[in-house]
């Protein structure tokens, strides 16, 4: 489904430890908008839908929901730390066009 860094296990495993409220994990979804069409969503996640696709990595755990597997199939996470800022950043083979961000494509 998709891959994680071995930088985006410990991101997430750093912001789910800081979290105030217990999570099961973190959710990766494709929406609507962006400059390039879609834009990636991440989030906490209480209580995991029983369709949503689980990945697991270094216990890090990851759920997709079911619009969005086909949009990030194959695609990989990484947490890029530079001057610019830092945060998440998606390398995904459905990706035609992104835009200059990174967070969206099309």
Do not use: W
Not at 44 to 53: I, L, S
């Amino acid at each position: 489904m998709i891959q994680l860094t071995d930088n985006a296990v410990s991101a997430v495993r750093t912001a789910l430890a800081g979290t105030s409220t217990p999570a099961a994990g973190l959710r990766i979804m494709v929406q609507a908008g962006g400059c390039a069409g879609l834009k990636y969503s991440m989030g906490f996640v209480e209580t995991p839908d029983p369709t949503d696709h689980l990945i697991e990595a270094d216990g890090v755990r990851i759920y997709v929901d079911a619009a969005s597997q086909p949009h990030i199939a194959g695609t990989k996470v990484d947490f890029i730390t530079a001057l610019e800022g830092s945060g998440f950043a998606f390398e995904n083979p459905h990706a035609a066009a992104k835009c200059s961000c990174g967070k969206s494509f099309g």
